[in-house]
C-alpha cells in the first residue's frame, strides 16, 4: 500500500543480534556469491534510496536509510563485502552499531563513490551484477554510473534478490511476527480506550505514541470514512470524528526493518471504537485465506477469489489490490494479481485486503500480514 | 503558502522568460528536511508517490498528474489545481500531456532531482530538457504572511515538544521512548510530520535516530526538536543535564549561549550569512576550540528551512557566500564538540527581517537540567 512517506525514521533504532544475528546476513552473502559464480558476475551492487525503498541494501547490510538519502552494497566474489551510505562522516560510528559490515564508507554522492571503489579495485572492467540502479537511482547518478562503467558487461540482476527475498527465513518470519504484535495490539488498545472529543489527528497521535512505544522504527496510517462523498484511503488529517463514523484504519509497523500490516473497519459509538460486527463480509475473507494453498498459482487464486467476491453478491472496491509480499518492503513480490507467475511457497509472508461496498451494513475493508507455513496460511496480525 | 493564481502567475511569466514550452514540477514523496519540496509547494498537496507532476505549459495549461491513481481525490481537495488525473502509467500519461499541451520544444523541470533514469530519459525522447530548479525558488524565497502564519504556529509547537522532552528526559526512560512522549505531545498539538534527532549518554559524539539506551544519572541529554506544519520545519536545539550540572558543563554551554546571541547579531536582510558561523566560530575559538570549530567534528553552522525554498541554503558555514534576505527561516545552532563534555545542542529558529531578527520561540536558551 501506498503511504505518505514521512521526512525521518525517528522510531528505535537497534540491531538486536539475537533476532537477526551476523549468521543470518552471511548467509545471504554466501548464497549472493554462489549465484554470482554461476552468473559470471565479479561484482553485485545493491542500491536504495530513501524511506521506502531501503529492502536491498539492508537485506545484506541491515542498514537502513533513515532519511531521503542513497545507499549501496558492492559484494564481490570474495572479500570484505562494502557498505556505502550517503550522509556525513560523524554519522558513522552510529551506522556501524546497526550493521555487521566493516567496511562502512560515507559519501555525498553514492554513485560516485562507488565507481571510486570500483577503480581501486581494478574492477573496471569487469562483469557487474545491478540491484536497485536503474529503478531507484536518481538519474544524474545513474547516467554518471553508466558513462564510468561503460567498458563493464552489465547484468541487470534484481530477480535474483526479489526471489530470495520473496522466501523468509525463520527469522525474518519472527521478526514480521514482531511487528504484527504491535499491529494487533494498537488495534486492540483503540478498540479498548474511551475517547472523548478525538479528531483524526489525535488518533493519530495515539496510535502512533503506541507504537513507538512499543519499539515501532517507522508507523504509516491511512483513514478512509465511508460517509464522506467520494470517500478513499488518505492520510488522518485535521478532521473532528463524530459518532456512528464508520472509520476504516490502515496500519503498517516497522520494527526492526521489517514490516506487517492491518487494516479494520470501526465504528465510532458514542467515545469508543467498536469494530465491525462478524458477519458474511468476515466469512468470505476467512474463506478467501483458506484458499491460500501451497503450490496453487496465485493467478489461480486471484481469479477464484474474484469469483467468490461476486458469487458472495457484494461490489468489490479493487483499487488497493488484493495484496502482496511483505517483508522489508510494504510492497514486495509476489502480487496477488491475475498476472502473477509465482505459485503460494512456504515462507511467504503476505498482506491479503478485502475491500467490499456493502460488506455488511456498510463499506468495509480488511486487512491482515499472513504467514504460509508449511501447514498453511496463519493470520500474523489477530489477536 | 501564497496566493495561487498569483504563483500560477509568476511561474508562467519566469516560463516565458526563459524560453521553454512549459514546466514539470515532479515529486517522488520524498520529504527531506535539507531540501525544498517544489511540488508541495506550488501544488499545496503533500503527494504519496512513487510518481507525481504538475505540468504547467507557457499558455497557463495546467495538469496535476497523481500516483496512485486513488489519492487523486485527496489531490483534487488539498490542491487549488483543477485539473487533477490520478495515473497508473505516469510517464505514459505524462508524454501524452506534453504533446496536449504542446510542450514539445524545450520543457524546464523543477524537482527532477528525483528522478529515476527511465523517466528521465523517457522526458527526453518527448522534448528537450532543461533544469530550472530557480523558477520555484525564485517565487519562495520569501516567506508570504499566509506561510509566516503556518511558521509560527509550527514554533509553538516545537515549545509544546521541548517541554514534553524536559519533562520526559528522566533516569531510567530509554531513548526511543522519550522520543515517542516528545513526538505524541507534538502531533497532539498539530503537528503534521516530526524530524527528531537525540543523543545521550556521559560524553556525547552526534545526534542520532533514538536507541534502547536507558537514560542515567550524568547523562548530558540532546535533542534536535523539529516538528513541521504544511512543510514548514522549525527547530529547537537542547541540552539537558541529568543531575546537578558541574563547573566544567555550565562553562561550556555558557560559551555556546554567547555564540548564539552574538552570532544573532549578525543577522540582518542583506547581511552575508557566513557572519553567523564566522562570528560563531571566532567565539568558540576564542575559547580555545578552534579545531573543534570544523570537520569532522562540526559541520554546518545553521541552514534554512522552508517548503519552496530553504533559502540561504542547506549548509551555513565561512565559506557561505549568499546574503540572507527578508523572511528567510533560518537554524542557527552553535552545536559543538566539546572534549572535556561532548556534544552539546544549542539553537534556535529565527526569521530574517529588514533591521535583524525575529526569535520564533519564547523558551530560554540555557543548559537545562533535571535534578532527582
Known sequence: ?383 | MSDPNMKLQKVVGLINQKGLDGLIIYSRGNCFVLKPFYFYYFTEFRPMGPNSAVIISKSGDLLLLVEPPWDCIRASQKSWIRDVRGTSHFLKDLRETLGKFNMTGTVGIAGAGEMTYALYEGIRQEAAVELVDEIIEEIAKEKTEKELDVIRKTARIAEIGFKAFLKYARIGIREYELLAETEFAMRSAGADDIFNLMGSGSHNYAMHAPTDRRLAPGDVVIGEITPACEGQFIQLCRTVFLGKPGPVLKEKYSILVRALGESLKQVKSGNPAALISKTMNKIISESGYAKYCYPPYMRARGHGFGVGSIAPGAVIDDDTKVCLGRHQVVIVHPNQYFPETGYLACGETILVTDTGMERLSDTETRLYFNEG
Open chain 1, 1 to 383: 500500500m501506498e503511504t505518505m512517506q514521512p521526512t525521518l525514521k525517528r522510531g528505535r533504532d537497534v540491531w538486536d543480534q539475537i533476532n537477526m544475528p551476523e549468521a543470518e546476513f552471511l548467509e545471504r552473502v554466501r548464497k549472493i556469491r554462489e549465484e554470482m559464480q554461476q552468473k559470471g558476475m565479479e561484482v553485485l551492487l545493491l542500491y536504495g534510496n530513501s524511506l521506502n525503498e531501503y529492502g536491498d541494501p539492508c537485506y545484506i547490510s541491515n542498514y537502513v536509510m533513515k532519511m531521503p538519502r542513497g545507499a549501496m552494497v558492492v559484494i564481490t566474489r570474495t572479500g570484505e563485502v562494502t557498505l556505502i551510505c550517503e550522509g556525513f562522516s560523524r554519522d558513522l560510528p552510529e551506522v556501524k552499531n546497526t550493521t555487521w559490515v566493516e567496511n562502512v564508507i560515507s559519501c555525498e554522492n553514492v554513485s560516485q563513490r562507488s565507481v571510486a571503489l570500483l577503480k581501486g579495485k581494478n574492477l573496471i572492467p569487469s562483469t557487474l551484477g545491478l540491484v536497485g540502479l536503474e529503478r531507484f537511482m536518481p538519474y544524474d547518478q545513474f547516467q554518471f554510473f553508466l558513462k564510468s562503467t561503460g567498458s563493464c558487461n552489465t547484468i541487470h540482476a534484481d530477480d535474483m534478490i526479489r526471489e530470495m527475498r520473496m522466501i523468509k527465513s525463520q527469522r525474518e518470519v519472527d521478526q514480521i511476527r514482531r511487528a504484527s504484535r504491535i499491529v494487533t495490539r494498537i488495534f486492540d488498545k483503540i478498540s479498548h480506550t474511551p475517547f472523548s472529543n478525538i479528531n483524526e489527528k489525535s488518533l493519530e497521535a495515539v496510535m502512533g505514541r503506541e507504537a513507538y512505544l512499543e519499539g515501532a522504527e517507522d508507523v504509516r496510517m491511512l483513514i478512509a470514512k465511508p460517509k464522506e462523498k467520494n470517500w478513499t484511503l488518505r492520510p488522518l488529517g485535521d478532521v473532528p470524528l463524530s459518532a456512528d463514523d464508520r472509520v476504516i484504519l490502515y496500519l503498517a509497523v516497522e520494527f526492526e526493518r521489517y514490516w506487517a500490516e492491518g487494516m479494520k473497519t470501526f465504528v465510532l459509538e458514542r467515545d469508543s471504537f467498536k469494530e465491525a460486527p462478524v458477519d458474511i463480509f468476515n466469512t468470505l475473507y476467512s474463506q478467501i485465506i483458506q484458499n491460500m494453498k501451497l503450490g496453487e498459482r496465485i493467478s489461480q487464486f486471484y481469479k477464484e477469489t474474484v469469483a467468490e467476491i461476486k458469487a458472495t453478491h457484494v461490489d468489490a472496491i479493487s483499487d488497493y489490490c488484493l495484496g502482496q509480499g511483505i517483508g522489508l518492503s510494504l510492497q514486495e513480490l509476489p502480487l496477488l494479481t491475475e498476472e502473477e507467475t509465482n505459485p503460494f511457497r512456504e515462507g511467504m509472508c503476505l498482506t491479503l485486503r478485502l475491500a467490499v461496498k456493502n460488506g455488511g451494513k456498510g463499506p468495509r475493508i480488511i486487512g491482515n500480514t499472513i504467514f504460509l507455513s508449511k501447514d498453511g496460511p496463519e493470520v500474523l496480525t489477530q489477536a
